[in-house]
């Protein structure tokens, strides 16, 4: 079964940059679709940014587009979240979460997505 674990949160002044970590293991990494997702307190789960297992998708929350940027490495079986010019509003709990192998579909939906990690905090202080 697939495992995740996140890593790289912590506390960053607005305006700062963190890189998030998410480190896959149980199957095959580079057949499934990866994503981040985040919680803000007292909110619902939204999605912040996908890539397909292919590498050639990768769609963006408008809200965090140009901010930051996803990526994989397959060879690490990991798949990053760069965050740069952070925000206060960026603050939540941010998860890593796997697709189905060979998955294709929206990449958006909490739906879309079967395996998910413990979260890791990401606070930003303004």
């Known amino acids: 079964q697939v495992q995740l674990v996140e890593s790289g949160g912590g506390l960053v002044q607005a305006g700062g940059s963190l890189r998030l970590s998410c480190a896959f293991s149980g199957r095959t990494f580079s057949s499934y679709s990866m994503a981040w997702f985040r919680q803000g307190q007292g909110k619902e789960r939204e999605f912040v940014a996908s890539i397909r297992w292919s590498g050639d998708i990768a769609p963006y929350a408008d809200s965090v587009r140009g901010r930051f940027t996803i990526s994989r490495v397959n060879a690490k079986n990991t798949v990053y979240l760069q965050m740069n010019s952070l925000k206060p509003e960026d603050t939540a709990v941010y998860y890593c979460?796997?697709?189905?192998?060979?998955?294709?579909?929206?990449?958006?939906?909490?739906?879309?997505?079967?395996?998910w990690g413990q979260g890791t905090q990401v606070t930003v202080s303004s």
């Open positions: 979460a796997a697709s189905v192998p060979y998955y294709s579909g929206t990449y958006r939906a909490q739906t879309d997505f079967v395996s």
